[in-house]
Protein backbone atom coordinates (compact mmCIF):
# COMPACT_ATOMS: atom_id res chain seq x y z
CA UNK A 1 0.00 0.00 0.00
CA UNK A 2 1.25 3.50 -1.19
CA UNK A 3 2.74 5.93 1.76
CA UNK A 4 2.14 8.89 -0.27
CA UNK A 5 -0.05 11.35 0.41
CA UNK A 6 -3.85 11.17 -0.87
CA UNK A 7 -5.74 14.22 -2.21
CA UNK A 8 -9.15 13.07 -0.87
CA UNK A 9 -12.16 13.88 -2.75
CA UNK A 10 -14.39 16.71 -1.32
CA UNK A 11 -15.74 20.06 -3.42
CA UNK A 12 -15.65 18.18 -5.72
CA UNK A 13 -17.94 15.53 -4.52
CA UNK A 14 -21.07 15.30 -6.59
CA UNK A 15 -22.03 11.37 -6.49
CA UNK A 16 -22.79 9.96 -3.18
CA UNK A 17 -23.33 5.86 -2.48
CA UNK A 18 -25.80 5.48 0.42
CA UNK A 19 -25.25 1.60 1.61
CA UNK A 20 -27.83 0.49 4.28
CA UNK A 21 -31.16 2.35 3.14
CA UNK A 22 -33.14 2.24 6.02
CA UNK A 23 -34.43 5.42 8.42
CA UNK A 24 -30.68 6.50 8.49
CA UNK A 25 -29.43 5.59 5.08
CA UNK A 26 -33.10 6.89 3.66
CA UNK A 27 -32.84 10.61 5.28
CA UNK A 28 -29.16 10.67 4.47
CA UNK A 29 -30.66 10.01 1.07
CA UNK A 30 -32.78 12.71 1.15
CA UNK A 31 -30.67 14.96 2.20
CA UNK A 32 -27.86 14.73 -0.32
CA UNK A 33 -30.48 14.79 -2.91
CA UNK A 34 -31.82 18.35 -2.07
CA UNK A 35 -28.36 19.56 -2.08
CA UNK A 36 -28.80 18.57 -5.61
CA UNK A 37 -25.94 15.22 -5.26
CA UNK A 38 -26.49 12.22 -7.24
CA UNK A 39 -27.31 9.22 -5.11
CA UNK A 40 -26.33 5.81 -5.64
CA UNK A 41 -27.70 3.68 -3.24
CA UNK A 42 -27.62 -0.34 -2.52
CA UNK A 43 -29.16 -2.23 0.50
CA UNK A 44 -29.39 -6.08 0.87
CA UNK A 45 -33.05 -6.40 1.66
CA UNK A 46 -35.49 -7.19 -0.87
CA UNK A 47 -37.63 -4.67 0.00
CA UNK A 48 -34.97 -1.73 0.36
CA UNK A 49 -35.20 0.31 -2.58
CA UNK A 50 -39.37 0.61 -2.15
CA UNK A 51 -38.56 0.91 1.47
CA UNK A 52 -35.85 3.45 0.69
CA UNK A 53 -38.20 5.62 -1.55
CA UNK A 54 -40.86 5.62 0.29
CA UNK A 55 -38.17 7.30 3.35
CA UNK A 56 -36.72 9.68 1.24
CA UNK A 57 -40.76 11.05 -0.19
CA UNK A 58 -41.27 11.96 3.26
CA UNK A 59 -37.93 13.47 4.00
CA UNK A 60 -38.37 15.43 0.93
CA UNK A 61 -41.44 16.87 1.43
CA UNK A 62 -40.22 18.17 5.08
CA UNK A 63 -37.07 19.37 3.68
CA UNK A 64 -39.12 21.41 1.21
CA UNK A 65 -40.92 23.48 3.66
CA UNK A 66 -37.16 25.05 4.45
CA UNK A 67 -36.11 27.31 2.24
CA UNK A 68 -33.17 27.00 -0.21
CA UNK A 69 -33.04 22.76 1.20
CA UNK A 70 -34.75 21.34 -1.81
CA UNK A 71 -32.37 21.63 -5.06
CA UNK A 72 -32.55 18.17 -6.35
CA UNK A 73 -35.52 15.36 -6.09
CA UNK A 74 -35.78 11.51 -6.21
CA UNK A 75 -34.82 12.04 -10.05
CA UNK A 76 -31.78 12.04 -9.35
CA UNK A 77 -31.61 8.68 -7.29
CA UNK A 78 -31.00 5.06 -8.69
CA UNK A 79 -30.96 2.01 -6.97
CA UNK A 80 -28.67 -0.97 -7.37
CA UNK A 81 -28.70 -4.60 -7.09
CA UNK A 82 -24.85 -4.81 -6.01
CA UNK A 83 -22.56 -2.96 -3.73
CA UNK A 84 -20.18 -2.85 -6.37
CA UNK A 85 -22.85 -1.21 -8.55
CA UNK A 86 -23.42 1.46 -5.91
CA UNK A 87 -20.07 2.47 -5.34
CA UNK A 88 -19.27 2.49 -8.53
CA UNK A 89 -18.37 6.12 -9.52
CA UNK A 90 -19.34 7.30 -6.24
CA UNK A 91 -17.41 10.33 -5.47
CA UNK A 92 -17.92 9.70 -1.53
CA UNK A 93 -19.86 6.96 0.50
CA UNK A 94 -21.88 7.02 3.35
CA UNK A 95 -22.85 3.38 5.40
CA UNK A 96 -25.15 3.44 7.09
CA UNK A 97 -25.73 -0.81 8.56
CA UNK A 98 -27.43 -2.14 11.44
CA UNK A 99 -24.81 -1.69 14.42
CA UNK A 100 -23.68 -5.28 14.57
CA UNK A 101 -19.36 -4.53 14.32
CA UNK A 102 -18.81 -7.82 12.83
CA UNK A 103 -21.07 -6.43 9.81
CA UNK A 104 -20.36 -3.08 9.51
CA UNK A 105 -16.35 -4.50 9.47
CA UNK A 106 -17.26 -6.97 6.44
CA UNK A 107 -19.21 -3.97 4.24
CA UNK A 108 -16.30 -1.37 4.70
CA UNK A 109 -14.07 -3.73 3.31
CA UNK A 110 -16.09 -4.50 0.85
CA UNK A 111 -16.59 -1.31 -0.16
CA UNK A 112 -12.90 -0.31 0.37
CA UNK A 113 -12.19 -2.68 -2.31
CA UNK A 114 -13.76 -1.17 -4.85
CA UNK A 115 -13.60 2.61 -4.03
CA UNK A 116 -10.88 4.63 -5.56
CA UNK A 117 -8.52 5.53 -2.80
CA UNK A 118 -8.83 9.04 -2.32
CA UNK A 119 -13.08 8.29 -1.74
CA UNK A 120 -13.72 9.25 1.64
CA UNK A 121 -16.19 6.15 3.01
CA UNK A 122 -17.98 7.24 6.39
CA UNK A 123 -19.80 5.43 9.08
CA UNK A 124 -23.42 6.37 10.08
CA UNK A 125 -22.28 4.51 13.67
CA UNK A 126 -23.51 5.87 16.80
CA UNK A 127 -21.38 3.67 19.43
CA UNK A 128 -18.76 2.19 17.55
CA UNK A 129 -15.06 4.05 17.10
CA UNK A 130 -13.09 4.14 14.11
CA UNK A 131 -10.44 2.16 14.58
CA UNK A 132 -12.65 -1.08 15.29
CA UNK A 133 -14.66 -0.19 11.58
CA UNK A 134 -10.85 0.17 9.79
CA UNK A 135 -10.21 -3.23 10.97
CA UNK A 136 -9.37 -5.64 7.64
CA UNK A 137 -9.57 -2.42 5.31
CA UNK A 138 -6.72 -2.02 2.86
CA UNK A 139 -6.99 1.48 3.41
CA UNK A 140 -7.77 2.36 6.46
CA UNK A 141 -7.11 5.75 6.67
CA UNK A 142 -9.92 6.93 4.28
CA UNK A 143 -12.44 5.58 7.11
CA UNK A 144 -14.15 8.08 9.43
CA UNK A 145 -17.32 7.90 11.46
CA UNK A 146 -19.57 10.60 9.71
CA UNK A 147 -22.59 10.30 12.92
CA UNK A 148 -25.67 12.38 12.23
CA UNK A 149 -28.14 13.06 14.77
CA UNK A 150 -31.45 11.58 14.26
CA UNK A 151 -33.74 13.03 11.93
CA UNK A 152 -30.59 13.12 9.64
CA UNK A 153 -32.16 15.14 7.24
CA UNK A 154 -33.00 17.84 9.60
CA UNK A 155 -30.86 18.14 11.85
CA UNK A 156 -27.52 20.11 10.83
CA UNK A 157 -24.86 17.88 13.50
CA UNK A 158 -22.17 15.17 11.68
CA UNK A 159 -20.12 14.01 13.63
CA UNK A 160 -16.94 13.63 11.77
CA UNK A 161 -14.78 10.93 14.48
CA UNK A 162 -11.18 9.48 13.63
CA UNK A 163 -9.50 6.22 14.16
CA UNK A 164 -6.27 5.13 15.47
CA UNK A 165 -5.10 5.18 11.32
CA UNK A 166 -7.13 8.01 9.49
CA UNK A 167 -5.41 10.55 7.86
CA UNK A 168 -6.77 13.71 9.61
CA UNK A 169 -6.62 14.87 5.30
CA UNK A 170 -9.60 12.52 4.89
CA UNK A 171 -11.24 13.84 8.10
CA UNK A 172 -10.66 17.61 6.92
CA UNK A 173 -12.35 16.79 3.46
CA UNK A 174 -15.22 15.05 4.92
CA UNK A 175 -15.92 18.33 6.84
CA UNK A 176 -15.48 20.86 4.22
CA UNK A 177 -17.96 18.49 2.27
CA UNK A 178 -20.71 18.50 5.44
CA UNK A 179 -20.07 21.97 5.77
CA UNK A 180 -20.74 22.66 1.73
CA UNK A 181 -24.01 21.32 1.62
CA UNK A 182 -25.14 22.50 4.51
CA UNK A 183 -24.31 20.28 7.68
CA UNK A 184 -22.80 21.80 10.83
CA UNK A 185 -19.75 19.26 10.80
CA UNK A 186 -17.67 18.74 14.07
CA UNK A 187 -14.40 17.34 14.35
CA UNK A 188 -13.71 14.93 16.99
CA UNK A 189 -10.04 14.15 17.32
CA UNK A 190 -9.92 11.55 20.05
CA UNK A 191 -12.10 8.05 20.22
CA UNK A 192 -14.58 8.14 23.19
CA UNK A 193 -17.45 5.95 23.55
CA UNK A 194 -21.06 7.49 22.23
CA UNK A 195 -18.19 9.87 20.06
CA UNK A 196 -19.88 13.82 21.54
CA UNK A 197 -23.45 14.27 21.22
CA UNK A 198 -24.75 10.98 22.74
CA UNK A 199 -22.20 11.32 25.70
CA UNK A 200 -23.55 14.45 26.90
CA UNK A 201 -27.34 13.52 25.74
CA UNK A 202 -26.46 10.70 28.40
CA UNK A 203 -25.05 12.60 31.09
CA UNK A 204 -28.23 14.75 31.23
CA UNK A 205 -30.57 12.04 30.89
CA UNK A 206 -28.28 10.16 33.53
CA UNK A 207 -29.74 12.88 36.27
CA UNK A 208 -32.77 13.11 34.27
CA UNK A 209 -34.32 9.56 35.67
CA UNK A 210 -31.87 10.07 38.62
CA UNK A 211 -34.48 12.54 39.50
CA UNK A 212 -37.51 10.41 38.92
CA UNK A 213 -36.31 7.48 40.45
CA UNK A 214 -35.63 9.55 43.63
CA UNK A 215 -39.53 11.04 43.43
CA UNK A 216 -37.83 14.62 42.87
CA UNK A 217 -40.52 15.63 40.15
CA UNK A 218 -42.43 13.38 36.94
CA UNK A 219 -40.92 12.30 33.98
CA UNK A 220 -43.51 14.65 32.66
CA UNK A 221 -42.09 17.55 34.90
CA UNK A 222 -38.55 16.57 33.81
CA UNK A 223 -39.10 16.96 30.57
CA UNK A 224 -41.18 20.56 30.83
CA UNK A 225 -38.17 21.78 32.99
CA UNK A 226 -35.61 21.00 29.87
CA UNK A 227 -38.01 22.06 27.19
CA UNK A 228 -39.31 25.36 28.65
CA UNK A 229 -35.86 26.13 30.40
CA UNK A 230 -32.01 24.71 29.05
CA UNK A 231 -33.82 23.77 25.84
CA UNK A 232 -34.17 26.93 24.59
CA UNK A 233 -31.10 28.29 25.55
CA UNK A 234 -29.17 25.36 23.51
CA UNK A 235 -30.58 25.60 20.75
CA UNK A 236 -29.15 28.82 20.26
CA UNK A 237 -25.62 28.80 22.14
CA UNK A 238 -24.10 25.44 23.23
CA UNK A 239 -22.66 25.57 27.38
CA UNK A 240 -19.65 26.86 27.41
CA UNK A 241 -21.02 29.66 25.33
CA UNK A 242 -24.21 30.21 27.96
CA UNK A 243 -21.70 29.96 30.75
CA UNK A 244 -19.77 32.94 29.49
CA UNK A 245 -23.09 34.72 28.94
CA UNK A 246 -23.72 33.75 32.67
CA UNK A 247 -20.90 35.74 34.06
CA UNK A 248 -22.13 39.27 32.98
CA UNK A 249 -18.89 41.41 31.58
CA UNK A 250 -15.83 39.17 33.45
CA UNK A 251 -17.79 36.32 31.23
CA UNK A 252 -16.40 32.46 31.68
CA UNK A 253 -13.63 33.63 33.64
CA UNK A 254 -15.81 35.35 36.53
CA UNK A 255 -18.44 32.70 36.22
CA UNK A 256 -15.75 30.02 37.15
CA UNK A 257 -14.23 32.24 39.42
CA UNK A 258 -17.55 33.30 41.17
CA UNK A 259 -19.66 30.15 40.26
CA UNK A 260 -17.20 27.46 40.03
CA UNK A 261 -17.19 26.16 43.42
CA UNK A 262 -20.97 25.62 43.48
CA UNK A 263 -20.86 24.09 40.05
CA UNK A 264 -18.60 21.14 41.26
CA UNK A 265 -20.86 21.37 44.58
CA UNK A 266 -23.80 20.40 42.31
CA UNK A 267 -21.88 18.27 40.31
CA UNK A 268 -20.93 15.81 43.59
CA UNK A 269 -24.56 15.21 44.21
CA UNK A 270 -25.16 13.93 40.40
CA UNK A 271 -26.71 10.74 40.77
CA UNK A 272 -26.00 7.46 39.29
CA UNK A 273 -29.56 5.58 38.80
CA UNK A 274 -29.87 1.93 37.83
CA UNK A 275 -32.02 0.95 35.41
CA UNK A 276 -33.93 -1.51 37.53
CA UNK A 277 -37.29 -2.71 37.30
CA UNK A 278 -39.01 0.11 39.57
CA UNK A 279 -37.05 2.85 37.90
CA UNK A 280 -38.33 1.46 34.32
CA UNK A 281 -41.38 0.94 35.28
CA UNK A 282 -41.54 4.51 36.46
CA UNK A 283 -40.32 6.08 32.96
CA UNK A 284 -42.47 3.65 31.26
CA UNK A 285 -45.45 4.62 33.00
CA UNK A 286 -44.31 8.35 33.22
CA UNK A 287 -43.65 8.57 29.66
CA UNK A 288 -47.33 6.89 28.35
CA UNK A 289 -48.54 10.25 30.91
CA UNK A 290 -46.70 12.51 28.92
CA UNK A 291 -47.52 11.16 25.69
CA UNK A 292 -51.41 11.24 26.52
CA UNK A 293 -52.40 8.68 24.22
CA UNK A 294 -49.90 10.04 20.92
CA UNK A 295 -48.86 7.28 18.36
CA UNK A 296 -45.40 7.14 17.92
CA UNK A 297 -45.98 8.40 14.44
CA UNK A 298 -47.72 11.64 16.08
CA UNK A 299 -45.10 12.30 18.35
CA UNK A 300 -42.37 12.07 15.81
CA UNK A 301 -44.67 14.19 13.25
CA UNK A 302 -45.08 17.03 15.85
CA UNK A 303 -41.47 16.27 16.76
CA UNK A 304 -40.14 16.73 12.78
CA UNK A 305 -42.63 19.99 12.43
CA UNK A 306 -41.63 21.64 15.75
CA UNK A 307 -37.86 21.23 14.45
CA UNK A 308 -38.29 22.75 11.36
CA UNK A 309 -39.81 25.70 12.87
CA UNK A 310 -36.81 26.13 14.61
CA UNK A 311 -34.33 25.74 11.70
CA UNK A 312 -36.45 28.11 9.80
CA UNK A 313 -36.01 30.58 12.95
CA UNK A 314 -32.13 29.69 13.21
CA UNK A 315 -31.72 30.11 9.52
CA UNK A 316 -33.14 33.57 9.70
CA UNK A 317 -30.74 34.13 12.84
CA UNK A 318 -27.77 33.24 10.36
CA UNK A 319 -28.85 35.59 7.30
CA UNK A 320 -29.19 38.80 9.54
CA UNK A 321 -25.25 37.66 11.04
CA UNK A 322 -24.02 37.52 7.27
Known amino acids: MSTAPIAYRSEEIRTVAIIGCGLIGGAWAAYFLS ?27 DLAQLDGRSKG ?33 ALLCEIDAVAPCDV ?79 RMSAALWREAVHIVAEGIASVEDVDRAIRFGPGLRWAIDGPHMLYHLGGGEGGIEAYLNHLGPAQEARWATLGTPK ?36 LKALADDTREDG
Open 35 to 61: RGLVIRAYDPLPDGEARLRKIVREALA
Open 73 to 105: GAGALAYFPTLGEAVAGADYVQENAPEKIELKQ
Open 120 to 198: VIGSSTSSFPASELQVGCSFPQRVVVAHPFNPPHLVPLVEIVCGQRTDIAAQDAAYRFFERIGKAPVRVTKEAVGHLAN
Open 275 to 310: LDAATRTKLVEGVADEADGRSIDKLKSRRDRLMITV
